[in-house]
């Protein structure tokens, strides 16, 4: 809803081929988005190669996660009423989070996705929660200590907490200013009993060691590490920081 990222990759050699961010003053409706979506993809010549695969990610507040051995796809309108507003008519989807017995529920744009087959046929859509939760609970399957990771983003961050290799917590959380960033934070962490002076918390997304977030964060928590990917972004000729664009950069 705050703005758009496009990437071009090639999954056979892993370069990046292209990469653009735009970013609005505040956010836009469902309509809004179609319209800047077909104005850069128009107008890029660089995405108008022909694809062999085209995916698309939303990223927003308007999701939640259900055990899979709950899960009732008839009723996965159910799963969202209690945490998010939804209308009656509004399209639900889900992606299952495969080995991890768990299925993210979100609520895509259906003018949004009706564009994206009207211009490129077939493509796969997600919701970054669940490329998050794929990433980070396949790395921690064998964990037996408790870990906390965060991926920020300008107005909303995501926190997700393991123990024992096993999801404690999924929850992302709105903010404007560094105290509500670390209200929010903190708060989790004394529901979970977990202490801020020994835990592992590793960050990502839009944060570096010389923001307000990062400085705020680490006035209250000890032990922050930035996560690391395995593939980078090169953009403009120089490489993007290991840790940020890591949604976008494991959705390949």
């Known amino acids: 809803m705050t703005g758009l990222s496009f990437l071009v990759k090639n999954t056979d050699s892993n370069e990046t081929h292209f990469f653009t961010e735009n970013k609005f003053d505040g ?19 660089a995405l108008q190669l022909p694809f062999t695969e085209v995916t698309l990610i939303y990223t927003n507040t308007i999701y939640t996660t259900v055990p899979a051995s709950l899960f009732d796809e008839s009723k996965a309108s159910e799963y969202l009423k209690f945490n998010s507003k939804i209308l009656a008519n509004d399209f639900i989807a889900f992606d299952t989070v495969e080995t ?21 046929g077939s493509f796969q859509y997600f919701h970054g929660t669940s490329i998050f939760l ?11 200590v408790s870990k906390f990771y965060m991926h ?33 934070t903190l708060f989790c962490l004394e529901q979970l009993k977990l202490n801020p002076d020994s835990l592992s918390v590793f960050i990502c997304g839009e944060i570096d060691e010389n923001d307000a ?9 000890r032990n922050i590490s930035f996560l690391k990917t395995e593939s980078d972004l090169v953009i403009d000729g120089a490489s993007q920081t290991t840790h940020k664009k890591f949604i976008i950069k494991n959705a390949l």
């Not at 977030?213 to 928590?221: E, F, G, S």
Request: net charge negative.
């Open 27 to 45: 956010t836009r409706s469902p309509e809004e988005i179609e319209l800047e979506i077909d104005t850069i993809l128009s107008e890029t010549d």
């Open 100 to 120: 991890q017995d768990l299925v993210v529920v979100y609520i895509p744009f259906v003018n949004i996705n009706n564009y994206f087959f009207d211009r490129f």
């Open 134 to 144: 794929k990433k980070i609970l396949s790395a921690e399957k064998y964990s037996i």
């Open 213 to 221: 977030n990062y400085k705020m964060l680490y006035t209250y928590i």
């Open 152 to 184: 920020v983003q300008e107005d909303q961050f995501d926190c997700i907490s393991i123990k024992n290799g096993a999801l404690q917590l999924c929850n992302t959380y709105s903010y404007k200013t560094p105290e509500d960033f670390i209200y929010y």
